[in-house]
């Protein structure tokens, strides 16, 4: 007989423990966090400055938030945390939260994990209380959000085609099933406060084996522009993973003649594809940019470096570069002609491709020459 896991009695026990579990479990990601609770520091996810925080209540219910300029998310609790910066599944943390409390090999006997009703006869199994476990849940939340997106061509979706008209990037958006419009999405603050119902655009995140296991989302107003509420409220969300996945990637276009590009952001893809025939995808930050696995066939990878202050870009190209290498893949990395001004946290081909168009750079150009030379 199978085994579900009751998380909301886990967290029940957690409540005053989370700190010490964050510790034990992941004390080199957090520490920095939990020693300034309640206040931005290093993210431990994307590697970005003051993209992170732990709540101040975070002792209690182990919640946190990251808030930067590729994306953001707010972990209510922290199962949810800790398999975003740990990127492990759900059934891992919590088996490991559950060792951590308890010690190992008390799971068959522990309240925590509740005997599975589809392993029970059917007499069974209808007296016992229906239970719903989070990957179940999370997906039937995205499977709703997707149904009620339409494509970016549809009529419905100019506001989406006004959006990416603006940032140059409309034609190469539009060659990608894997990227949607949703006219009502709603909008939570960094608390879980319900703000509003906008626009977005959407784009399924997949896991290493092409498997759908969450959404990200690009907040929008009525107009085409990004949302802006505050200075504080980034207009990009992505929701929190199903269980059992490893890797976050979008996957624009197939890979050509056993190429394929990787960029951290959409939009940098976006551009990079708009520009030139290279199909990329995104893997949304740099600490998935080091979980990232190409696809079976693909044989060089070329990877659009972002050019970030603290160097998390560039030192994530280079730990993925290193990784493949092992592997026999060829990589070949990508960095923008631009300079980055002291004043910027960073750069990226996105920056690259409006300064071609602006000033009629040739950057792209040599993205161009070497994807040639790749397919060869």
Not at 235 to 245: E, H, L
Request: aromatic content about 6%; charged content about 25%; glycine content about 8%.
């Amino acid at each position: 007989m199978g085994y579900k896991r009751n998380s909301s009695l886990l967290k029940e026990r957690m409540r005053g423990k989370w700190l010490a579990a964050f510790s034990a479990l992941a004390g080199q990601q957090l520490a920095p966090a939990m020693s300034k609770l309640g206040e931005n520091v290093t993210c431990p996810i994307d590697g970005d400055i003051e993209g992170f925080r732990l709540f101040k209540d975070a002792n209690e219910t182990g919640g946190g938030v990251k808030q930067n300029r590729l994306s953001d998310g707010v972990y209510p609790d922290g199962i949810t945390l800790l398999m975003e910066v740990l990127g492990r599944p759900f059934t891992e943390v919590f088996d490991n939260l559950v060792d951590w409390l308890d010690g190992p090999g008390k799971r068959s006997d522990n309240a925590l994990y509740d005997a599975d009703i589809r392993s029970m006869p059917a007499t069974e199994r209808r007296q016992t209380k229906k239970t719903v476990d989070n990957e179940s849940d999370m997906r039937e939340w995205l499977n709703n959000l997707w149904r009620h997106s339409v494509r970016l061509d549809d009529s419905k979706a100019v506001v989406a085609r006004t959006y990416l008209e603006g940032r140059h990037i409309v034609d190469a958006a539009l060659s990608s099933k894997d990227l949607r419009f949703n006219p009502a999405l709603t909008f939570k603050d960094s608390d879980g406060n319900f703000v509003g119902k906008y626009p977005g655009l959407m784009a399924l995140v997949r896991d290493n084996d092409g498997v759908p296991v969450a959404l990200h989302r690009t907040f929008l107003t009525k107009t085409g522009d990004k949302l802006r509420l505050d200075d504080h409220t980034p207009a990009r969300k992505q929701t929190p993973a199903v269980s059992n996945s490893k890797g976050r990637v979008v996957c624009l276009a197939p890979p050509v003649n056993g190429v394929l590009g990787l960029a951290e952001g959409i939009e940098t893809s976006l551009s990079v594809m708009q520009a030139t025939k290279v199909p990329v995808w995104s893997c949304l930050s740099a600490a998935m940019m080091s979980q990232f696995v190409p696809p079976n066939g693909v044989h060089t990878l070329m990877i659009f470096v972002d050019v970030d202050r603290n160097g998390a870009g560039q030192k994530a190209a280079t730990g993925l570069a290193e990784k493949l290498a092992s592997r026999g893949i060829r990589v070949i990395p990508m960095v923008p002609l631009l300079k980055r001004d002291v004043s910027q946290k960073s750069i990226d081909w996105a920056d690259q491709l409006d300064a071609d168009l602006q000033h009629g750079t040739h950057g792209m150009a040599v993205v161009t020459t070497a994807f040639n030379n790749a397919i060869i």
